[in-house]
Protein backbone atom coordinates (compact mmCIF):
# COMPACT_ATOMS: atom_id res chain seq x y z
CA UNK A 1 0.00 0.00 0.00
CA UNK A 2 1.24 3.53 -0.82
CA UNK A 3 1.72 6.46 1.55
CA UNK A 4 -1.47 7.97 0.25
CA UNK A 5 -3.51 5.16 0.41
CA UNK A 6 -2.47 4.83 3.79
CA UNK A 7 -3.38 8.41 4.94
CA UNK A 8 -6.51 8.04 3.28
CA UNK A 9 -7.27 4.79 5.08
CA UNK A 10 -6.54 5.84 8.00
CA UNK A 11 -8.69 9.27 7.65
CA UNK A 12 -11.30 7.33 6.85
CA UNK A 13 -10.89 4.69 9.88
CA UNK A 14 -10.50 8.03 12.13
CA UNK A 15 -13.48 9.48 10.68
CA UNK A 16 -15.87 5.99 10.88
CA UNK A 17 -14.46 5.95 14.90
CA UNK A 18 -15.50 9.69 15.59
CA UNK A 19 -18.57 9.62 13.67
CA UNK A 20 -19.67 6.72 15.64
CA UNK A 21 -18.58 7.92 18.56
CA UNK A 22 -20.51 11.58 18.41
CA UNK A 23 -23.72 9.31 17.30
CA UNK A 24 -23.34 7.59 21.11
CA UNK A 25 -23.31 10.47 22.31
CA UNK A 26 -26.22 12.02 20.76
CA UNK A 27 -28.25 8.94 21.06
CA UNK A 28 -27.72 9.16 24.54
CA UNK A 29 -28.70 12.27 25.22
CA UNK A 30 -31.58 12.18 23.27
CA UNK A 31 -32.38 8.54 25.27
CA UNK A 32 -32.30 10.92 28.37
CA UNK A 33 -33.93 13.24 27.55
CA UNK A 34 -36.89 10.90 26.46
CA UNK A 35 -37.00 9.32 29.58
CA UNK A 36 -36.84 12.07 31.88
CA UNK A 37 -40.00 13.27 30.08
CA UNK A 38 -41.94 9.97 30.81
CA UNK A 39 -40.88 10.14 34.03
CA UNK A 40 -42.14 13.41 34.69
CA UNK A 41 -45.27 12.38 32.83
CA UNK A 42 -45.88 8.87 34.01
CA UNK A 43 -45.68 10.44 37.65
CA UNK A 44 -46.98 13.67 37.62
CA UNK A 45 -43.61 15.01 38.67
CA UNK A 46 -42.27 18.75 38.17
CA UNK A 47 -38.82 19.87 37.73
CA UNK A 48 -38.85 22.90 40.60
CA UNK A 49 -40.62 24.41 43.53
CA UNK A 50 -44.17 25.49 43.33
CA UNK A 51 -44.86 28.45 40.73
CA UNK A 52 -43.93 31.82 42.37
CA UNK A 53 -41.48 30.22 44.26
CA UNK A 54 -37.81 30.43 44.42
CA UNK A 55 -35.61 27.59 43.12
CA UNK A 56 -33.01 25.75 45.17
CA UNK A 57 -29.80 24.19 44.14
CA UNK A 58 -31.38 20.95 43.04
CA UNK A 59 -33.86 23.18 40.80
CA UNK A 60 -31.19 24.82 39.53
CA UNK A 61 -28.64 21.88 39.41
CA UNK A 62 -31.84 19.28 37.29
CA UNK A 63 -32.36 22.24 34.94
CA UNK A 64 -28.64 22.67 34.03
CA UNK A 65 -28.46 19.04 33.72
CA UNK A 66 -31.42 18.71 31.25
CA UNK A 67 -30.20 22.06 29.10
CA UNK A 68 -26.62 20.52 29.32
CA UNK A 69 -27.63 17.11 27.78
CA UNK A 70 -30.30 18.71 25.66
CA UNK A 71 -27.45 21.52 23.87
CA UNK A 72 -25.47 18.09 23.51
CA UNK A 73 -28.16 16.11 21.34
CA UNK A 74 -29.43 19.39 19.64
CA UNK A 75 -26.05 20.94 18.75
CA UNK A 76 -23.63 18.32 18.50
CA UNK A 77 -25.40 16.94 14.71
CA UNK A 78 -24.32 20.56 12.96
CA UNK A 79 -21.05 20.93 14.70
CA UNK A 80 -19.76 17.26 13.52
CA UNK A 81 -18.40 18.79 10.27
CA UNK A 82 -16.50 20.87 11.92
CA UNK A 83 -15.25 18.17 14.01
CA UNK A 84 -14.38 15.67 11.31
CA UNK A 85 -12.38 18.65 9.42
CA UNK A 86 -10.57 19.06 12.58
CA UNK A 87 -9.60 15.14 13.63
CA UNK A 88 -8.31 14.67 9.70
CA UNK A 89 -6.53 18.33 9.62
CA UNK A 90 -4.92 17.17 12.82
CA UNK A 91 -4.36 13.67 11.81
CA UNK A 92 -1.94 15.33 9.32
CA UNK A 93 -0.29 17.45 11.61
CA UNK A 94 0.32 15.19 13.86
CA UNK A 95 -0.18 11.65 13.89
CA UNK A 96 0.14 11.19 17.62
CA UNK A 97 -2.46 11.88 19.58
CA UNK A 98 -5.71 12.82 17.03
CA UNK A 99 -8.01 11.38 19.23
CA UNK A 100 -7.34 13.13 22.15
CA UNK A 101 -7.04 16.44 20.50
CA UNK A 102 -10.19 16.04 18.61
CA UNK A 103 -11.43 15.21 22.22
CA UNK A 104 -10.43 18.07 23.33
CA UNK A 105 -11.64 20.39 20.58
CA UNK A 106 -15.18 18.27 21.57
CA UNK A 107 -14.52 19.44 25.36
CA UNK A 108 -14.02 23.18 24.58
CA UNK A 109 -17.15 23.25 22.24
CA UNK A 110 -19.19 21.55 24.53
CA UNK A 111 -18.08 24.04 27.57
CA UNK A 112 -19.54 27.11 25.95
CA UNK A 113 -23.18 24.96 25.50
CA UNK A 114 -22.74 24.43 29.10
CA UNK A 115 -22.00 27.55 30.33
CA UNK A 116 -25.21 28.93 27.85
CA UNK A 117 -26.95 25.89 29.50
CA UNK A 118 -26.42 27.62 33.09
CA UNK A 119 -27.50 30.91 32.29
CA UNK A 120 -30.73 28.81 30.70
CA UNK A 121 -31.50 27.32 33.69
CA UNK A 122 -30.90 30.42 35.87
CA UNK A 123 -33.72 31.75 33.45
CA UNK A 124 -35.78 29.14 33.70
CA UNK A 125 -36.40 29.33 37.13
CA UNK A 126 -36.46 33.22 37.18
CA UNK A 127 -39.22 32.38 34.82
CA UNK A 128 -41.14 29.91 37.08
CA UNK A 129 -41.16 32.15 40.03
CA UNK A 130 -42.49 35.09 37.83
CA UNK A 131 -45.35 32.41 37.42
CA UNK A 132 -45.21 33.11 33.78
CA UNK A 133 -43.15 29.38 32.99
CA UNK A 134 -44.99 26.09 33.48
CA UNK A 135 -43.36 23.36 35.26
CA UNK A 136 -42.81 21.68 32.18
CA UNK A 137 -40.88 24.98 30.78
CA UNK A 138 -43.61 25.89 28.79
CA UNK A 139 -44.51 29.74 28.44
CA UNK A 140 -47.82 30.12 30.18
CA UNK A 141 -47.59 34.37 28.88
CA UNK A 142 -48.21 35.21 25.32
CA UNK A 143 -46.47 38.55 25.74
CA UNK A 144 -43.28 35.98 26.62
CA UNK A 145 -43.77 33.49 23.66
CA UNK A 146 -44.50 36.47 21.37
CA UNK A 147 -41.19 38.64 22.52
CA UNK A 148 -39.08 35.19 22.17
CA UNK A 149 -40.40 34.72 18.82
CA UNK A 150 -40.25 37.75 17.76
CA UNK A 151 -36.64 38.45 18.90
CA UNK A 152 -35.51 35.20 17.89
CA UNK A 153 -36.79 36.45 13.89
CA UNK A 154 -35.70 39.46 13.77
CA UNK A 155 -31.84 38.13 15.05
CA UNK A 156 -32.21 35.87 11.97
CA UNK A 157 -31.84 39.17 10.04
CA UNK A 158 -28.84 40.74 11.46
CA UNK A 159 -25.43 40.67 10.08
CA UNK A 160 -24.07 39.35 13.76
CA UNK A 161 -26.27 36.25 12.75
CA UNK A 162 -24.57 35.33 9.43
CA UNK A 163 -21.18 36.56 10.68
CA UNK A 164 -21.52 33.43 13.62
CA UNK A 165 -23.00 31.29 10.87
CA UNK A 166 -20.74 31.79 8.16
CA UNK A 167 -17.51 30.90 10.66
CA UNK A 168 -19.70 27.73 11.39
CA UNK A 169 -20.33 26.66 7.57
CA UNK A 170 -16.81 26.71 6.25
CA UNK A 171 -15.10 24.38 8.47
CA UNK A 172 -12.26 24.60 6.43
CA UNK A 173 -11.63 28.20 6.46
CA UNK A 174 -12.68 28.37 10.10
CA UNK A 175 -9.81 26.56 11.30
CA UNK A 176 -7.27 27.32 9.32
CA UNK A 177 -7.55 31.00 10.12
CA UNK A 178 -7.77 29.89 13.86
CA UNK A 179 -5.67 26.64 13.95
CA UNK A 180 -3.52 26.31 16.95
CA UNK A 181 -1.18 23.86 17.54
CA UNK A 182 -0.87 21.67 20.55
CA UNK A 183 -3.80 20.39 23.52
CA UNK A 184 -3.88 23.63 24.32
CA UNK A 185 -4.54 25.07 20.64
CA UNK A 186 -7.25 22.19 20.58
CA UNK A 187 -9.20 23.04 23.38
CA UNK A 188 -9.38 26.89 22.24
CA UNK A 189 -10.18 26.51 18.85
CA UNK A 190 -13.01 24.28 20.58
CA UNK A 191 -14.17 27.37 22.53
CA UNK A 192 -13.89 29.73 19.97
CA UNK A 193 -15.93 27.55 17.61
CA UNK A 194 -18.61 27.09 20.62
CA UNK A 195 -18.37 30.59 20.67
CA UNK A 196 -19.46 31.37 17.24
CA UNK A 197 -21.83 27.90 17.13
CA UNK A 198 -23.43 30.09 20.61
CA UNK A 199 -23.79 33.34 18.67
CA UNK A 200 -25.47 31.94 15.71
CA UNK A 201 -28.11 29.95 17.80
CA UNK A 202 -28.71 31.16 21.19
CA UNK A 203 -32.13 32.78 19.95
CA UNK A 204 -33.43 29.73 18.11
CA UNK A 205 -32.17 27.31 21.26
CA UNK A 206 -34.08 29.73 23.49
CA UNK A 207 -36.62 29.18 21.66
CA UNK A 208 -37.37 26.35 24.07
CA UNK A 209 -39.33 28.86 26.28
CA UNK A 210 -42.12 28.81 23.91
CA UNK A 211 -43.90 25.29 23.92
CA UNK A 212 -41.15 23.75 26.43
CA UNK A 213 -38.62 22.71 27.83
CA UNK A 214 -39.29 19.07 27.60
CA UNK A 215 -41.57 19.12 24.36
CA UNK A 216 -39.30 16.01 22.29
CA UNK A 217 -41.06 17.27 19.43
CA UNK A 218 -40.19 20.96 19.50
CA UNK A 219 -36.31 20.10 20.57
CA UNK A 220 -36.27 17.84 17.65
CA UNK A 221 -37.88 20.26 15.24
CA UNK A 222 -35.62 23.01 16.62
CA UNK A 223 -32.65 20.80 16.48
CA UNK A 224 -33.34 19.49 12.33
CA UNK A 225 -33.86 23.94 11.83
CA UNK A 226 -30.06 24.31 12.87
CA UNK A 227 -28.55 21.16 10.89
CA UNK A 228 -30.14 22.71 8.00
CA UNK A 229 -29.29 26.04 8.61
CA UNK A 230 -25.31 24.85 8.94
CA UNK A 231 -25.07 22.19 6.44
CA UNK A 232 -27.24 22.64 3.32
CA UNK A 233 -26.31 24.95 0.53
CA UNK A 234 -29.38 27.18 0.96
CA UNK A 235 -28.84 27.24 4.96
CA UNK A 236 -28.67 31.18 4.68
CA UNK A 237 -31.66 31.83 2.65
CA UNK A 238 -33.33 29.00 5.16
CA UNK A 239 -32.28 31.40 8.18
CA UNK A 240 -34.27 33.67 6.67
CA UNK A 241 -37.42 32.59 5.55
CA UNK A 242 -37.44 31.17 9.17
CA UNK A 243 -36.37 34.35 10.50
CA UNK A 244 -39.78 36.16 8.96
CA UNK A 245 -42.03 33.11 9.88
CA UNK A 246 -40.89 33.26 13.24
CA UNK A 247 -41.32 37.19 13.23
CA UNK A 248 -45.12 36.55 11.96
CA UNK A 249 -45.56 34.39 14.43
CA UNK A 250 -44.86 36.23 17.54
CA UNK A 251 -46.90 39.39 16.03
CA UNK A 252 -50.35 36.77 15.81
CA UNK A 253 -49.34 35.48 19.27
CA UNK A 254 -49.47 38.76 20.71
CA UNK A 255 -52.32 39.96 18.47
CA UNK A 256 -54.28 37.74 19.71
CA UNK A 257 -54.15 38.41 23.00
CA UNK A 258 -55.21 42.41 22.05
Known sequence: MSTGDSIKATLWRDRLIITGGLTVLVALSWLYLADMVRSVHGMHMEMSSPQGQAW???????????????????????????????????????????????????????????????????????????????????????????????????????????????????????????????????LVMGLRHGAYCAGCCWAITALMFVLGVMNLLWMAALAAFVLLEKVVPAGHRVGQAAGVLLIIWGARVVARTL
Open 56 to 186: GLSGFLSAFAIWSVMMVGMMLPSASPMILTFSSLERRQSDARTFARTGLFVLGYATVWMVYSALAAFAQGGLQAAAVLSAMGASMSPYLAGGLLFTAGAFQLTPLKYACLDRCRTPVGFLLAEWRSGSGGA
